[in-house]
């Protein structure tokens, strides 16, 4: 079965600092990754997506995230915070053959000025 | 290109009430997803049509639920009688395939806030 723990349900940065959100994955088979975030009042976002191409993956707004099989993990990262990345950040697995997505339970993200 | 949509934004009902939901996915998406978020919890996967048909429903909570996609476009997620525990954000996805392989990219709409009192 798939699953992914998120392993933060909060962080908080101040403007300019790194961004690091920290994501474990489990799965049967080679799994397909990705990072949605919701801002206040919005529908989710994706931010990137991992599919066994480079492991190295790069979204929309500066941020990036590095898929690494030994670890098992998926940890998002920006090099320096904006105030309009606070928001809260999913990592997500497909589920299946049919395609659902499994969820982590979110890590909302505050951006101090 | 309109993305998707749900309609309403928000619903209030009184336990015992009937609400139906609705999705208009993007134009083309043959695959439609319907997710919920209780407060508190993870987003969770309901069901996923292909075209009309309903390929996994494997989610669905319980037979007070009932989903629909007539003519494989816009979709609506009935609940009767409503509960309390149904009360959450009620998300719609759509996609062009489905699929780990081809790490088809979901595409979600604002979300439907369900408040049952």
């Known amino acids: 079965a798939q699953s992914v723990t998120q392993l933060d349900s909060h962080v908080s940065v101040s403007e300019g600092t790194p961004v690091l959100l920290r994501c474990n994955y489990s799965?049967?088979?080679?799994?397909?990754l990705f990072w949605y975030v919701q801002h206040p009042n919005k529908g989710l976002q994706l931010l990137l997506k991992y599919t066994s191409a480079a492991t190295l993956v790069k979204g929309i707004n500066g941020f990036e995230a590095e898929f690494k099989k030994s670890e098992t993990s998926f940890h998002l990262t920006k090099p320096s915070a904006h105030m309009s990345d606070a928001a809260e950040y999913f990592c997500v697995v497909s589920g299946g053959s049919q395609g659902n997505l499994i969820f982590g339970k979110g890590t909302k993200l505050s951006v101090k000025p | 290109e309109a993305g998707v949509t749900q309609f309403p934004s928000h619903s209030v009902i009184e336990k015992g009430q009937t609400v139906t939901l609705r999705c208009d996915p993007i134009?083309?998406?043959?695959?439609l997803y319907w997710y919920r978020r209780v407060m508190g919890k993870e987003i969770k996967f309901l069901l996923h049509?292909?075209?009309?048909?309903?390929?996994?429903e494997s989610g669905m909570p319980n037979n007070r639920f009932l989903a629909e996609r007539t003519g494989g476009t816009y979709s609506t997620l009935k609940v009767q009688p409503a509960e309390l525990e149904d009360s959450g954000v009620y998300f719609c996805?759509?996609?062009?395939?489905?699929?780990?392989?081809?790490?088809?990219?979901?595409?979600f709409g604002p979300g439907t806030r369900l408040t049952v009192l």
């Open positions: 134009s083309g998406h043959d695959n």
């Open positions: 996805a759509s996609s062009q395939g489905f699929g780990t392989s081809g790490g088809y990219t979901q595409y």
């Open positions: 799965s049967s088979y080679s799994p397909s």
């Open positions: 049509f292909v075209k009309e048909s309903k390929q996994d």
